[in-house]
């Protein structure tokens, strides 16, 4: 029979314990961190203390279209071009609106009822006056046909012959009075009914039963000068913004593609309607109108869309990029320009081609790529390098 292990001599010597892997005790380190940080806290806001302190600018690309291979684009909106914000001619409170959002309407058919009791009266009134004139008139024409009798006879004198001539003659214009007076009344009467000026869709309700409605508003907020805002959706049309760079391959009747923001998986075809005639000196683009020549009803208006102009092979060599940059921030001597970029608290000095001015912008057709931060109106102390601390503006 084996006889027990003896487990009494199975120990662990500790004497040879092999030093830590840092050299340097745990709370040696801490106590070393802690200090770099006291020391960055307190030494730090003292090295940018003589920082000079600058304002800075954005150098930015112009948008509004880029050449791709199939040609140039652009993004707009939908719009029709036949759209109107229907108000009422006369002032008053609206009394009745047969349309709501989406009614179609066609040419001369009644919108909404301004309450006419007021103008209903008016229009009464003035017949009134238009048939007491005519009674009055058609008197003083027997009276002066008496009169011409007797004075044949002699038995009345020319002065009796000439009032009853000058009464026929006063009642004739205030017959014709009354009369225009009439029809101004008949036509306030008619303008209570708000009559649709073409054949259209009506996009949005402007006023609601009860409102005060007026020509133009002369009431303050509580006066609304529109009804109704509908269009002829038979008119819808792309307006897009195209950079200046791109503009000479766009003209008149060409092909173009449209594809809208709410269907990116669908393009509609286009033709280029009208280049208007007319820059935005401010954004560097030229307004370009297209036609929708694919009609669809999901095609609505103020929808966002992009326009691919197709253009030939000899069209599509690519325009240059444009950067613009604040004027405040190019600084121009002996024929020579150039920008202080600011980057990590520090600036750097760099050479730019600058081209035409734009306002508060200038062309910057070398040195930048748009996006950098510029320092404005620099002074003449800053060095490459040099930290710089941004001034509150």
Known sequence: MTPPSDLSALKIDRSNTPPSRSGMPLGAVVAVVVALAVAAFLFLPRMLKGAPAVTVGLAEATGGGSATGDGITANGYVVARTKASVSSKILGRLAWIGVTEGSRV?????????????????????????????????????????SQSLRGENLVAESALEESQTRVEVLTAQLASARAQARLAEANLANTRVVAPFAGTVLRKDAEVGEIVAPSSAGGGLTRTAIVTMADLQTLEVEVDVNEAYIAQVRNGQDARITLDAYPDTSFTGRVRQVVPTADRQKATVLVKVSILDRDSRILSEMGAKVVFVSRGADRAAAPRRVLAPAAAVVQESGSAHVWVVANDAVRRVSVDVGATRGDKIEIRQGLTGGESLVLQPPATLKDGMRVKLASR
């Open 106 to 146: 066609n040419t001369g058919d009644v919108i909404a009822r301004i309450e006419d009791a007021e103008y209903a009266a008016a229009a009464a009134n003035a017949q009134a006056n238009v048939s007491q004139f005519e009674a009055q008139l058609a008197q003083a024409k027997r009276d002066l046909k008496r």
